[in-house]
């Protein structure tokens, strides 16, 4: 395992993320404690340090089951992250009351890391109500010593994370992103790092692999990986990426023995790509996205004749993203930002934004194939 710096500590460039812990009888909601425990074991003495669990994941048992597995080692041989679930906007006015009882669960006095969890469309504006009290009191419970290091992690747009960063952007001292080589483009990853940074805000990246959809391959692609390093595999392909864009630490979540074994084996030593292999893997990236999605650029010659003044680049970047994932939370959480008569079921397919579409898509097409998807 190799370490980066994030100030005065160092971290292991690999953590273990706790949203996708093995369960028992496939039931989410009920991890297998002695495998959690068995993979901590394995984790803590290959030199995983970074944990990072939330008060929604596995129906509100990861604080518990992984805060029981590190009970088992000095407080100060690993670092704890967890996070205040604004995704239910009926949290927030139980800031207090949530972050308590997650000290409970994870049976600690205080998180080395804490995070504003998922800021996106659907809570920016709540996340900024100082009516809630969230932002104080989590300053509060920092210069208390109970957070150590306080951050945000986001799945919202460029323009989400902007106003947040305007609003917070100096009390943050890390930004956790959805970061892949699918993403670094379609999700506009590479734009957001750059905001991060910008503000001198280390990233901490989830989702490497894509929930597992860059671990394997169509043959083609494993193939022309094959050909540049022949001794590494598609999972390896996806860390390698991350290991060449100066994330601090990337979170995996690994949901048996053998994937944990497999990500320690990659991460024993540093191995970034070169400029021609960034180049053919972004290329691939491209190729595996765009026979998925609509060619949308934003220059929203669509919205000027909308008589319904729907955001249709908005929605079919929304569109693009469900379509490509199979589903997801990203766009539905997306789309609670807006009222009934922007959702694209406001559609009323009379063509004129089509007929003004410089890419020629067929837009009403999409907008109705997207309300068939949201069900």
């Not at 210069?143 to 943050?172: P, W």
């Not at 008569?341 to 009323?348: G, H, L, N, V």
């Not at 898509?361 to 194939?369: F, R």
Request: hydrophobic share 35%; charged share 25%.
């Amino acid at each position: 395992m190799y370490y980066n710096r994030f100030q005065n500590i160092e971290l292991s460039a690999l953590g273990l993320g706790c949203m996708r812990l093995p369960v028992i009888d496939g039931d989410d909601s009920r991890p297998d404690a002695p495998a959690v425990r068995e993979m901590v074991a394995y984790a803590m003495q290959n030199g995983i340090n970074y944990y990072d669990t939330a008060w929604g994941y596995h129906a509100g048992n990861s604080e518990t089951v992984i805060g029981d597995a590190l009970s088992e080692y000095p407080r100060d041989s690993f670092y704890l992250a967890s996070k205040f679930p604004g995704y239910d906007l009926s949290n927030m006015d139980k800031v207090e009351e949530i972050f308590e009882k997650q000290l409970e669960k994870c049976r600690v006095d205080y998180f080395d890391f804490y995070l504003f969890h998922n800021v996106c469309e659907m809570n920016i504006n709540q996340y900024l109500d100082p009516k809630y009290g969230i932002y104080n009191y989590l300053i509060l419970q920092k210069n208390n010593g109970r957070i150590k290091h306080l951050g945000f992690s986001a799945h919202g747009s460029y323009e989400v994370i902007e106003r947040f960063l305007k609003a917070y952007g100096s009390d943050m001292e890390f930004c956790q992103l959805q970061i892949n080589y699918i993403d670094w483009e379609f999700q506009n990853a590479v734009k957001k790092v750059e905001l991060i940074k910008s503000y001198g805000i280390p990233v901490f990246v989830m989702e490497p692999v894509r929930g597992g959809k860059l671990a394997k391959l169509d043959a083609h692609y494993e193939s022309k990986l094959k050909e540049m390093r022949p001794d590494e595999s598609a999972v390896a392909w996806a860390f390698r990426f991350l290991q060449s864009i100066d994330a601090t630490v990337v979170l995996s979540g690994m949901s048996d023995f053998e994937q944990l074994r497999q990500n320690i084996d990659i991460y024993s030593e540093k191995k970034p790509l070169s400029e021609y292999e960034m180049k053919t893997l972004l290329g691939m990236a491209r190729d595996m996205v765009n026979p998925k999605t609509v060619p949308c650029t934003a220059c929203r010659y669509c919205t000027t004749h909308c008589p319904m003044e729907l955001d249709i680049p908005f929605l079919l970047n929304l569109y693009n993203e469900h379509f490509y994932s199979d589903g997801g939370f990203i766009a539905p959480m997306a789309l609670m930002s807006l009222p009934q008569d922007k959702q694209p079921s406001a559609c009323i397919g009379c063509g004129s934004c089509e007929a003004v579409c410089p890419q020629q898509i067929k837009i009403p097409e999409a907008l109705a194939s997207f309300c068939e998807m949201l069900g």
